[in-house]
C-alpha cells in the first residue's frame, strides 16, 4: 500500500454515465492531508507515515501534542491516522497530499467507524429468527438456550456466543470500492456503493490491500 487520504463522508448521491446508467455514490470531502510523521525500517522498525487532517485550534490540544506539531514543523491538525507501508516511504514532513492521489477507476478501500446502534437484540444484532407469537409461547425475541448446565456440562456460557449487545460504533473496513470521480475544484471524491459512518464522520481511504 502507497497511497492514502483523510476525509470527510458528507452523504450519498447518484451520478450519469455516459451510457446513461444510474450510478450510486458517496461524496468524501478530501481536504488536503498533511504529513506529519515518516517513520522507516531503520529508525522504527517498519514503514509508514502519520497523516493529518481538519482544522483546530491551539488551546485544544495538550502540550506533548503540540509539541509534536511544532517539531515537525506544520501547523497543528485535529485528527492523526498512521498509514502503514509496504515499502520504504517516499514522502517528507511537511508534505500535501490531496484528493488528486487517486484518479478515476482507481480501487480502494474505505475504513471508517460503523453507525452506533445501541444496546440491541439477537434479532436485530445477529440476524437470529423470532420464536412463536402465539400467546402460549414463552419466547417471542428472546435468545433461546445458553447452554448445558452445570450437571455434566460446563455449567458457564461458552466465550463468543452471540448475545445481546451493544450494536456498531466500531471501526469497519469496505473492500474493492471504485472511485468513479476526482473534482479537484472542490476536494470531493465520489466512490461508488455505501461506505461505513455516519454523515460528517472521519475515513480513510486507501489503496486497496487486495487486489483484484
Do not use: W
Not at 502507497?2 to 470531502?29: C, D, H, N, R, Y
Amino acid at each position: 500500500m502507497s497511497k492514502a487520504i483523510l476525509g470527510k463522508k458528507l452523504g450519498m448521491t447518484q451520478i450519469f454515465t455516459e451510457e446513461g446508467a444510474v450510478v450510486p455514490v458517496t461524496v468524501v470531502e478530501a481536504s488536503p492531508n498533511v504529513v506529519v510523521r515518516v517513520k522507516t525500517v531503520d529508525t522504527d522498525g517498519y514503514n509508514s507515515i502519520q497523516l493529518g487532517y481538519g482544522e483546530v485550534k491551539e488551546k485544544h490540544l495538550t502540550k506533548p501534542v503540540k509539541g509534536q506539531f511544532d517539531k515537525a514543523g506544520v501547523a497543528p491538525v485535529k485528527y492523526l491516522r498512521e498509514v502503514r507501508l509496504t515499502e520504504t516511504p517516499e514522502y517528507t514532513v511537511g508534505q500535501t497530499l490531496a484528493a488528486d492521489i487517486f484518479a478515476s477507476g482507481d480501487i480502494v478501500d474505505v475504513i471508517g467507524t460503523s453507525k452506533g446502534k445501541g444496546f440491541a437484540g439477537t434479532i436485530k444484532r445477529h440476524g437470529f429468527h423470532r420464536g412463536p407469537m402465539a400467546h402460549g409461547s414463552k419466547s417471542h425475541r428472546e435468545p433461546g438456550s445458553l447452554g448445558a448446565m452445570s450437571s455434566g456440562g460446563c455449567g458457564r456460557v461458552l466465550k463468543g456466543k452471540k448475545l445481546p449487545g451493544q450494536m456498531g460504533g466500531n471501526q469497519a473496513t469496505v473492500l474493492h470500492l471504485s472511485v468513479v470521480k476526482v473534482d479537484m475544484d472542490k476536494n470531493l471524491l465520489l466512490i461508488k456503493g455505501g461506505i461505513p459512518g455516519a454523515k460528517g464522520s472521519l475515513i480513510m481511504i486507501r489503496e486497496t490491500v487486495k487486489p483484484l
